[in-house]
């Protein structure tokens, strides 16, 4: 399972200075496209994603808790002709988000920075975990988050699909 915390935060420069003088390790910078889609038969708590990144993509199927999420994703080498069938079987597209992200490694986290296009700027701390860890794991997500100096009241409970569309997943 994949446990994170995901918040709002007003200056990209001083959070990736904080990071990197927690001793986190620079990662990559990349442009991700995100194309959320709904089926007819969709749950509040799951959402259906193909993230491009340059000409690669993957295609995930996610079900959510406000803490944990599962996730099933396979990887597409032709994101166009996929997306042509994912259109042609009854998927309905809901939006489209497009973001720059900047990933660091810190320990067992994974911190990204997202510069989201018409919707600002997060930061994501996340970790993996079994069912049982999801408690302990969000903890330590949330101790990481302090070290930032970032508020927990800037935590965001908003899953990217809800920012985009019609979208009716909360």
């Not at 496209?33 to 509040?44: L, M, P, V, W």
């Not at 899953?159 to 985009?164: D, H, S």
Request: one cysteine or more; glycine letters at 4%.
């Amino acid at each position: 399972m994949e446990i994170e915390i995901k918040s709002t935060i007003d200056n990209k420069i001083s959070i990736r200075k904080k990071i990197l003088d927690l001793g986190a390790k620079f990662v990559k910078k990349e442009k991700q496209t995100d194309i959320y889609y709904k089926h007819h038969n969709q749950k509040r708590n799951e959402y259906i994603r193909l993230r491009i990144k340059k000409n690669k993509a993957v295609f995930g199927y996610h079900l959510y808790s406000k803490n944990a999420t599962q996730e099933k994703e396979i990887k597409i080498d032709d994101w166009k002709k996929f997306k042509e069938v994912i259109d042609k079987v009854g998927l309905s597209e809901i939006g489209t988000i497009e973001k720059i992200r900047e990933t660091f490694k810190y320990k067992q986290f994974k911190i990204c920075i997202d510069d989201i296009k018409n919707f600002g700027l997060f930061v994501e701390i996340e970790t993996t975990g079994s069912a049982k860890q999801v408690k302990n794991k969000r903890e330590a997500c949330l101790s990481v988050l302090d070290k930032l100096d970032i508020p927990r009241g800037n935590i965001s409970n908003l899953w990217l699909c809800n920012l985009v569309g019609d979208s009716k997943i909360k």
